[in-house]
């Protein structure tokens, strides 16, 4: 059954900018922090961002500053704003509860920053 469905993925040169999109289950969306996720070739699937049902947000220190997480309770939506992309910010990026339910995770969405 699936929970969460990322889009917007893409190539973009460094210094671009990307917006992904996370749609699903009103009831995951709106009693639940929500976050993203990235897993970059060979590493380990690591924390980006999280926005908290109240509006409290996160950043990892990586891309603070450069990231902005959103979301629409009403849309049962969340996305990520990605600005002055590098290529370290290549991965698959995902979306889920946080602390991440592992029945949640989908195929995610591959942004790559290359020129």
């Known amino acids: 059954q699936v929970q969460v469905v990322e889009s917007g993925g893409g190539l973009v040169q460094p210094g671009g900018s990307l917006r992904l999109s996370c749609t699903g289950s009103?009831?995951?969306?709106?009693?639940?922090?929500m976050a993203w996720y990235r897993q970059a070739p060979g590493k380990q699937r690591d924390w980006v961002a999280s926005?908290?049902?109240?509006?409290?947000?996160n950043y990892a220190d990586s891309v603070k500053g450069r990231f902005i997480i959103g979301r629409s309770i009403a849309a049962n939506t969340m996305y990520l704003q990605m600005n002055s992309l590098k290529p370290e910010d290549t991965a698959v990026y995902y979306c889920?509860?946080?602390?991440?339910?592992?029945?949640?995770w989908g195929q995610g969405t591959q942004v790559t920053v290359s020129l």
């Open positions: 926005f908290s049902i109240t509006g409290t947000t």
């Open positions: 889920n509860t946080f602390p991440a339910t592992y029945h949640y």
């Open positions: 009103r009831s995951i969306f709106s009693t639940r922090i």
